[in-house]
């Protein structure tokens, strides 16, 4: 599986951005799939996962009522709507896959990576 995430950009505070992550291979529609990101000088940390079945996203609770995570398996892409960004929102933002599901909120569980894009929010 091959990922490739779009979309950011900069916006001003309270604006909205919508993520694209595309992937290639007919079984990406059986991975879970997730989104972290990774501000200056911090830890990359976990946004939101959905399963291969695109039900019940799991969210952080930095961005939970703000982001909303959904797939579209027929054209094998995930997206991530994001409303009322915040500067904090700022940060490269990558999407990952992985074919189990477990532990859905640690990076380490998954096993491939887009190259991310950075999305930077002003105040």
């Known amino acids: 599986v091959q990922l490739q995430a779009s979309g950011g950009g900069l916006v001003q505070a309270g604006d909205s951005l919508r993520l694209s992550c595309a992937a290639s291979?007919?079984?990406?529609?059986?991975?879970?799939a997730a989104w972290f990101r990774q501000a200056p000088g911090k830890e990359r940390e976990f946004v939101a996962a959905?399963?291969?079945?695109?039900?019940?996203?799991y969210y952080a609770d930095s961005i939970k009522g703000r982001f909303t995570a959904s797939r579209d398996n027929a054209k094998n892409t995930v997206y991530l709507q994001m409303n009322s960004l915040k500067p904090e929102d700022t940060a490269v933002y990558y999407c990952?896959?992985?074919?189990?599901?477990?532990?859905?909120?640690?990076?380490?569980?998954?096993?491939?990576w887009g190259q991310g894009t950075l999305v930077t929010v002003s105040s």
């Open positions: 291979g007919r079984a990406f529609r059986s991975y879970t």
């Open positions: 959905i399963s291969w079945s695109g039900g019940r996203p």
């Open positions: 990952a896959a992985q074919l189990s599901g477990n532990s859905y909120y640690t990076a380490t569980r998954y096993n491939y």
